[in-house]
């Protein structure tokens, strides 16, 4: 079945860039997500790219996707501590009711 | 807009006892979906709807039933908590069925004790 994963933690430095790795499975995905989750909130969609592009810039985000390697990656330049969250990687598996498979969330927290 | 409000937003149970969730959503959206978030394992899909009176089991439906009589609302109903069920689940919506986005509520952790 469709599986997505990604690193459980990630430490960086105030003003350095961050960068959250993630694989997943299904070949025929159409949309991959990355979503933020800030503490005690619901998750906030964050950007997206469709699987026939590359790459996705969005102001201090920058998305790439390797199709060949299935591996999606969210660059955050700049690193703020309002960037702590715990991001979550997910894919469309339009199959069936466009379900979102999530990954496990990658915490990440800022250090001064 | 409000978007999607979950209620309540907290619960403690008892084993065996019996609750329902509610979401609304004020966006007219179509479908409406019920996740639960568990340490380490992200959001799995319970039940989901793709229309008013309609709903379909999702990844780990066991223990959960849900009811989609109006098409604002979408309820999730535990009919004899277990303490397997303890986690945070969130509610969210999509305006069709190849929408890009998914708006998610804010949630609800509930304990079984």
């Known amino acids: 079945g469709e599986d997505v994963e990604q690193s459980l933690f990630l430490s960086v430095r105030e003003g350095d860039s961050s960068v959250i790795n993630c694989t997943y499975t299904d070949s025929s995905s159409t949309y991959l997500y990355w979503y933020k989750q800030e503490p005690g909130a619901g998750l906030q969609l964050l950007t997206y790219i469709f699987s026939n592009m590359d790459m996705k810039q969005d102001q201090r985000l920058t998305v790439l996707l390797n199709k060949k390697d299935k591996h999606l990656s969210l660059r955050i330049a700049d690193t703020q501590t309002g960037d702590s969250a715990i991001y979550f990687c997910?894919?469309?598996?339009?199959?069936?009711?466009?379900?979102?498979?999530f990954g496990s969330g990658t915490r990440l927290s800022i250090r001064p | 807009n409000a978007g999607v409000t979950q209620t309540p937003k907290f619960r403690v149970l008892k084993t065996g006892q019996s609750m329902t969730l509610l979401c609304a959503q004020d966006m007219n959206h179509e479908y409406m979906y019920w996740y639960r978030q568990d340490p380490g394992m992200g959001l799995r899909l319970i039940h989901y709807?793709?229309?008013?009176?309609?709903?379909a089991k999702g990844e780990v439906p066991d223990g959960y039933n849900v009811s989609r009589l109006k098409k604002q609302n979408f309820l999730l109903g535990l009919e004899s908590a277990a303490p397997s069920q303890t986690s945070v689940y969130f509610c969210?919506?999509?305006?069709?069925?190849?929408?890009?986005?998914?708006?998610f509520g804010p949630g609800t952790r509930l304990t079984v004790t």
């Open positions: 969210a919506s999509s305006y069709r069925e190849r929408a890009v986005e998914q708006y």
């Open positions: 709807s793709v229309g008013e009176g309609t709903t």
């Open positions: 997910a894919e469309r598996d339009d199959s069936s009711a466009s379900k979102i498979i």
